[in-house]
């Protein structure tokens, strides 16, 4: 399966089923909303990163306010700024914001 150039595997954020320093980048389009231990979570994508492996967050919903965080139980939206500071806080560095319209936003980190 990782021969492959791009793979899909569903899983838990909380429990990757890989070994540390294993991927160049990992990305998470739209789902870090359902991360229910953010911290935890982002020390577990650096774990299987390798140094200086990229992290990317693609987010739409940045408003906890929103129609979809009222309507999906158990939904947090995040400012891009949030996540920014949370990747900072997991030991990520070179962080950046990158906005697409105000709703659209993509957070990027790399691993030291």
Known sequence: MLDKQVFVSQGSAEKLPYEDG?????????????????????????RVLKPKGK?????????????WTNLVEGMTAYQPRQLQQMLID???????????KPSY????????
């Open 22 to 46: 294993k991927f160049n980048l990992v990305t998470a389009v739209e789902t870090v909303y359902f991360w229910p231990n953010m911290p935890a979570c982002l020390q577990e994508v650096k």
């Open 55 to 67: 992290f990317v967050i693609m987010v739409e919903v940045v408003d906890n306010n929103s129609k």
């Open 90 to 100: 997991a030991g990520f560095t070179l962080t950046e914001i990158h906005l697409k």
């Open 105 to 112: 936003a993509t957070i990027i980190g790399i691993k030291k």
